[in-house]
């Protein structure tokens, strides 16, 4: 079996995922170590390129380019394109919302806290659930409206500019 045939998510390497503007899978690589800081040694890495219908803006297609290295150089390369129902393409989109909510998520908690955070969630979680699942943008709304006493207008232009997604 050569390496180009081999599941290298199998393998136990430190997955490292990186999302793109739209919540998208852009990169994913493979490394031997990860300290909780830093990647060390990648083995594997993929790149990934959406198609979403202009009309629905449902996804239709992914190219995945998938590099293998040893040690610095690419020892092999390989192109798959996989083709989405409307069904598919719709979950897809949840799931790219999904990681945006994450990402807002993550950042909010860096700037006002465990409690705070959690508090702001559980005041919007009827607008989220709208958002991931039908990319309705009242939370948008919500989070310019809110008057929470932490939620800065800095705060309220980064979770917007990470959220303001339509598709």
């Not at 180009?4 to 995922?17: F, I, S």
């Amino acid at each position: 079996m050569t390496t180009l045939e081999k599941d290298y998510r199998l393998n136990g390497y430190h997955k490292k995922e990186v999302f793109d503007t739209k919540g998208d899978f852009q990169t994913i690589g493979y490394y031997d170590s990860f300290d909780g800081t830093n990647y060390v040694g990648l083995k594997v890495e993929e790149t990934r390129t959406y198609t979403r219908d202009e009309t629905t803006g449902l996804i239709t297609e992914r190219t995945i380019v998938i590099k293998w290295y040893s040690g610095d150089r690419v020892a092999g390369t390989k192109t798959l394109t996989k083709y989405y129902t409307a069904t598919k393409g719709h979950t897809a989109n949840k799931k790219a919302r999904q990681n945006l909510i994450n990402d807002a998520s993550m950042y909010l908690f860096s700037q006002v806290g465990k409690v705070d955070a959690t508090n702001f969630w559980k005041i919007v979680r009827s607008e989220v659930n709208d958002y991931v699942n039908t990319s309705d943008l009242a939370l948008i709304t919500e989070i310019d409206n809110s008057a929470e006493s932490y939620m800065t207008q800095t705060i309220k232009d980064t979770l917007t500019a990470i959220l303001n997604i339509v598709y």
